[in-house]
């Protein structure tokens, strides 16, 4: 009976379906499927890396086929192995490595390669040649030139000496095409090329000829993206014209004056290589222009100062005119801040002039002081240095808490100058920054004689990288104003120290003279500081701890000077506004900690 049944099923199936169905296991999850091999690399380090990753036995062994190796296959593997394994090894400078590779009949197989790669070849020469008009003007001895050759001598990271690495060559030829192509000979490219490696001896010959092609020479100047302002500004800001080298350096500058400006969110200047028309390439300018009105109102937290509001308003074209005016309300616990500034848009020297009025009051532990300045004069800015020239009348009303006033004015010139030799302004970790003030003037009070004074100010800050991811920073500030003693100037002209850029584990202008208990500003002021960071966290690299060390403070002259001292710990965050810091310190004068919160960093 069974049988007839079964029968009977398969027919049916057969009739309805036009064959019979074959039912299969079902295949293998990917994760479950053994490698077809496990792959052993013994080797140094670097060596050990590189077969890991690129020998063809490697690739295999990370599939995940259900499929075994005929031994027809294993042994074209297996002799391959050696050679593959040289060849990539060569590419590190090792020319005389030995390679034994050998199976071992396991589940799933294993198959062991063993390296040892021998003494590396290092670099003997480095042939550097040119073809086109770079080679022209070094055979005229151009000083320019000859300065260029020297500059790509010693680019790149092959040098004679050094081990010898496909990788290093490489970039190498790109450093200097790229050093090439910047100095204004944008069609640059490798003529020649050559690395020949005597295995004997061990040493690498190289040689590349570089053909610089043509020096691009500026064009007309092709402005794009203006609707608000006219293109005189633009033209003015490019500081070159037709027939001047299309340097990188001249590309870039011209960018970052444009940048400055503050008339343009985007800025981008370029042109184009085509080497037809080297003798005068059109230079594109593309821009995209801010409002011509912006509003902006922001809320922050000063340990200084307590808790603020402010509201800021740019006009960009006042009454129709070049001239951008900037004003800003601070509203503060202890500081509040009125400022109107009214600058002229950049002029053929990139200068600007520039009125300033600003009204501040600042409330401290024991006084008050309302100042008030009206500023003439003209600013310049390049990437690197900042100069300010001006003429400011000056009225400062100091009120003591004691019940005392002292009404002081002042009429001065004044240079300031700021300069800049940073990795990054905004988060720098090598380089220097360094400002400096020069004013003379007349000075009077209600409290003292009228007379002449002179008033300095420097500070210098300095960053270093110290290795093993520790930076470091350091300052130092000084400052000092010469007068008669009779001689009063206004308060917001002298020295106070303390607070979270000065002398950190003291209140904010505290670190200055006593007088009749009310502290009033210094005439002469030294502070410094030292600090070491480094990030905390492998996975949080923007967050760096710290320790620092400050002391100084500002005195009434060098004969009552005695420093105070601070140190303490920190955290950092390089946020992409800035660093944030947040600061514990102790103040040695005061035998007690204080907090310390700020955000940038001062020049």
């Known amino acids: 009976m069974r049988d007839w049944r079964v029968w009977a099923a398969a027919l049916l199936i057969a009739a309805l379906g036009g064959g019979c169905a074959q039912l299969k296991p079902a295949p293998a999850a990917a994760d479950t499927v053994p490698p077809p091999l496990v792959l052993v690399v013994e080797a140094p380090g670097p060596s ?34 050696p050679a593959q394994a040289r060849e990539l090894l060569q590419t590190e400078g090792f020319f005389e490595a030995t390679v034994q590779v050998t199976r071992e009949d396991t589940s799933p197989p294993r198959v062991r390669v063993r390296v040892t790669p021998g003494p590396r070849a290092e670099v003997d020469t480095v042939r550097l040649s040119f073809d086109g008009m770079f080679a022209q003007q070094l055979a005229a001895k151009e000083p320019q030139a000859l300065a260029l050759e020297k500059q790509l001598q010693a680019a790149g990271p092959l040098r004679p000496g050094s081990p010898f690495r496909n990788a290093d060559w490489s970039e190498t030829k790109l450093q200097w095409l790229a050093r090439l192509r910047a100095a204004g000979f944008a069609s640059a490219t490798v003529q020649h090329s050559q690395a020949d490696v005597d295995v004997p ?21 092709h402005i794009e993206g203006l609707k608000l302002h006219d293109e005189r500004t633009v033209r003015r800001l490019a500081g070159f014209g037709p027939g001047t080298p299309l340097t990188e350096t001249l590309l870039l500058d011209y960018q970052d004056r444009l940048q400055k400006s503050g008339l343009f969110e985007a800025v981008s200047v370029s042109f184009d290589p085509d080497a037809a028309q080297a003798s005068g390439a059109a230079v594109s300018v593309r821009l995209s222009e801010l409002p011509l009105q912006q509003a902006t109102i922001g809320a922050g937290f000063s340990d200084n100062t307590g808790p603020r509001i402010s509201i800021e308003h740019t006009h960009r074209k006042l009454f129709g005119a070049r001239v951008t005016s900037y004003n800003k309300l601070e509203w503060g616990r202890d500081a509040q801040k009125l400022t109107a500034d009214f600058y002229s848009h950049p002029g053929e020297d990139f200068g600007r002039n520039l009125l300033g009025v600003q009204a501040e009051r600042v409330k401290g532990d024991t006084d008050t002081v309302l100042s008030q300045r009206l500023r003439l004069g003209r600013t310049t800015d390049t990437p690197q240095l900042e100069r300010l020239y001006f003429g400011e009348l000056l009225r400062s009303r100091q009120s003591l808490n004691s019940g005392g006033l002292i009404d002081a004015r002042a009429i001065s ?24 003030q020069l004013g003379a003037g007349q000075a009077s009070s209600n409290v003292g004689e009228r007379g002449p ?19 470091g920073t350091a300052r130092i500030e000084a400052g000092q104003i010469i007068k008669r003693d009779a001689v009063i100037v206004p308060d917001a002209l002298g020295f106070r120290a303390g607070g979270d850029d000065s002398v950190r584990g003291y209140a904010y202008r505290t670190l200055a003279p006593l007088r009749d208990g009310n502290i009033i500003s210094g005439n002469v002021l030294l502070t410094g500081s030292a600090e070491i960071a480094r990030p905390i966290f492998a996975k949080l690299p923007a967050v760096w701890g710290a320790v620092f060390v400050d002391a100084g403070r500002a005195a009434d002259s060098w004969a009552d000077y005695k420093p105070a001292l601070g140190y303490g710990v920190g955290l950092r965050w390089r946020s992409p506004i800035g660093p944030l810091r947040v600061d514990l310190a102790w103040g040695e004068e005061l035998r007690k900690a204080r907090l310390h919160l700020s955000v940038g960093i001062a020049f």
């Open 48 to 81: 050990k890396a590189l077969l890991e990753q690129h020998l063809d036995l490697a690739r295999l062994a990370a599939m995940r086929v259900d499929e075994s190796l005929d031994d027809t296959e294993w042994a074209r593997l297996i002799a391959a192995t």
């Open 201 to 221: 001896t061990r040493l690498a010959q190289l040689a590349v000829t570089l053909a610089s092609g043509p020096l691009f020479l500026a064009g007309p100047l």
């Open 413 to 436: 010139g004044n240079v300031h100058l700021v300069l800049r030799r940073l990795d990054s302004v905004l988060l720098p970790t090598r380089g220097y920054s360094a400002s400096l």
């Open 453 to 471: 004074f002179g008033r300095v100010y420097s500070r210098l800050t300095g960053y270093w990288p110290l290795g093993g991811q520790w930076f």
